[in-house]
């Protein structure tokens, strides 16, 4: 019988990240009349839309920027083979990426460091704690 149980929807722990915002009472209050008067789920499902719709309304601001600052969208994995290929060929990476940023974990800081010039995430970055340490100073 668990052999043929299946999540009808995928798990997102592994591409959101928790914050922690400060509502004044009177905001939170509103949420709540909205969540209770059955516009929104909950709280986050509010906050989620209401950045969403924000992020919507400045969209060609956005696309410009990320245009204009060469920025890759979305996902972008390095894996160990990558920047081998990287250090192989003799070159080094700048990396501009809006979105998640994801450095393999068996990457040691020294290949890291031979083959990462400078790397600029906005989102998050997800790598080691040595990897991140060895490429603090070229983070922007």
Do not use: W
Request: charged content about 25%.
């Amino acid at each position: 019988m668990a052999d043929n149980v299946r999540d009808l929807q995928p798990r997102t722990g592994g591409d959101t990240e928790k914050i922690t915002i400060n509502l004044g009472y009177v905001d939170l209050g509103h949420i709540d009349l909205l969540v209770q008067d059955g516009f929104y789920s909950n709280r986050t499902d509010f906050i989620r839309t209401a950045i969403r719709n924000q992020i919507e309304r400045h969209a060609d601001a956005t696309r410009q920027s990320v245009a204009r600052k060469s920025l890759d969208l979305g996902l972008r994995h390095f894996s160990r083979a990558d920047l081998e290929a990287v250090r192989a060929a003799g070159q080094r990476l700048d990396i501009r990426v809006l979105g998640l940023a994801s450095i393999a974990a068996d990457v040691t800081p020294e290949l890291a460091r031979a083959t990462i010039a400078s790397i600029s995430v906005l989102g998050a970055l997800q790598a080691s704690a040595a990897v991140k340490a060895a490429l603090a100073d070229r983070t922007r």
